[in-house]
């Protein structure tokens, strides 16, 4: 009888932790960094706490249905500048980056790179950030949950065509309960760069063949080139059409310069040892999109012979 009480509770207590490290394995891995070196007169705690509650809103929340091992946990990172805060309301931007790994290798891509300039919410030090998909609580947790999707969205997309499509559905409707609230950042034509012009950079017919890149950027580009380099790049380079598509039909579309802030730094050295007609290509594709990045577009033209 002692054993099998024994082998009971062993039992026990290995479901205990099989359960406790499942729940703890969310999907986001999300460093966040709040920075109010700006801020002069202000007791410094409330950043502190602010720091730790987005902090566990990403990483702490569950935002799909998919299991995710802990090692698979996608990571990105979340940086608020804090330019004002003034009776509780926070203004400033933050740097939204995502990244994913490539197979077989210890390299990692930048998927999303992008400041979003319109932030203001308010906040007390202490408040409760609640997550609730079908009702708007707060500018602030909006926000969260809108850039969450977004960096699932992108992530799933870049393993299986059109992946991402649920969590743009639940980007969207963050979008809409924000654009009720009256809130900046979320309007449409508001500006071209702010988050309703982000979502419709990747869901509206003119640019959504960046979603169709994606997949044949990252899948069947990048993962491939560490096994077999001349077809993954040939791949990346077929991609590349997308981006000449949306300046064609979008030329003043924030998905140019969201792929120009991420990208362009990695197409310098995926093309570093290409052949030179193939470099020529992507230059000739890239240069009337992005006249000002002459150093870079250079590089990629020239190859590894002149860097």
Known sequence: MGKLKNFFRLLCVGVALYAAENASAQELQCQVEVNSSSIEGTYKGVFDNLQQSISEYFNDNKWTNTQFMPNEKIECRFFLTVKEYTDDKVKGDIQVQLSRPVYNSTYTTTLL??????????????????????????NLTGILDF????MLALDFDSFSPKGGQPYFDKASAV??????????GWRAFEDTKNRSAVLSS???SNTAMIRDMAYQYYRKGLDEMVTSPDKGRASITESLKAIGEVYKNA???VALSMFRDAKLDELVNIYSKAPQTEREEVYELLQPI????????EKIKKGSEQQ
């Open 113 to 138: 790179n992008f400041k979003d300039t319109k932030v203001e919410f308010d906040y007390r030090e202490g408040d409760q950030l609640i997550r609730n998909d079908n009702n708007w609580d707060s």
């Open 147 to 150: 850039y969450a999707y977004l």
């Open 175 to 184: 979008v809409q309960m924000a654009q009720s609230s009256g809130e900046i």
């Open 202 to 204: 990747f869901t509206d």
């Open 251 to 253: 030329p003043m579309s």
């Open 290 to 297: 992005y006249p000002t990045d002459t150093d870079r577009l």
